[in-house]
């Protein structure tokens, strides 16, 4: 009897051990901020899409941009996505305006988090553009 109780102790004690790292990795995969920043450019694309997860997405054209190496190429647009419904709101309100956003970086997506590994947590500026007159 005392030996079966002995096996248990160390089954439960190595099945904790192995739910705390599946934990950990789950974590550092899918919730750890891997970075953070700012991109400002002009979003010409804003959409809420999904077929399961409905996400907002979007794309936003950074001007300015040279390529350090001749012959290289470097895009321009920044893809993120938008977890919070008050920052898609305002980004929905002003399509087209020169924006500049702050961002956080994670290692992985998840679904319901949206497409790209850039999630846009705050609007930091907005700048109408005028159009120019010739």
């Known amino acids: 009897m005392e030996q079966s109780s002995k096996w ?8 904790l051990v192995v739910i705390a790292i599946l934990a950990g990795i789950f974590y550092y995969r899918y919730e750890f901020v891997f970075g953070d ?8 694309y804003f959409v809420h899409k999904g077929y399961m997860f409905k996400t907002y997405e979007g794309r936003l054209i950074q001007s300015g941009i040279r ?9 321009n647009e920044f893809m993120f996505s938008v ?6 709101d305002i980004l929905n309100k ?20 949206g497409v790209s590994v ?17």
């Open 94 to 113: 002003n399509a087209g305006a020169y924006l500049e956003l702050h961002y956080k970086e994670y290692l992985h997506t998840l679904p319901w988090r």
């Open 118 to 134: 850039f999630v846009v947590d705050s609007v930091m500026a907005i700048k109408p553009v005028s159009p120019t007159q010739p």
């Open 83 to 88: 977890t919070d419904a008050h920052v898609a």
């Open 8 to 15: 248990k102790k160390i089954v439960l004690i190595a099945g």
């Open 37 to 44: 920043g700012t991109k400002a450019g002009t979003m010409n």
């Open 67 to 75: 390529r350090p190496v001749q012959g290289s190429i470097q895009s």
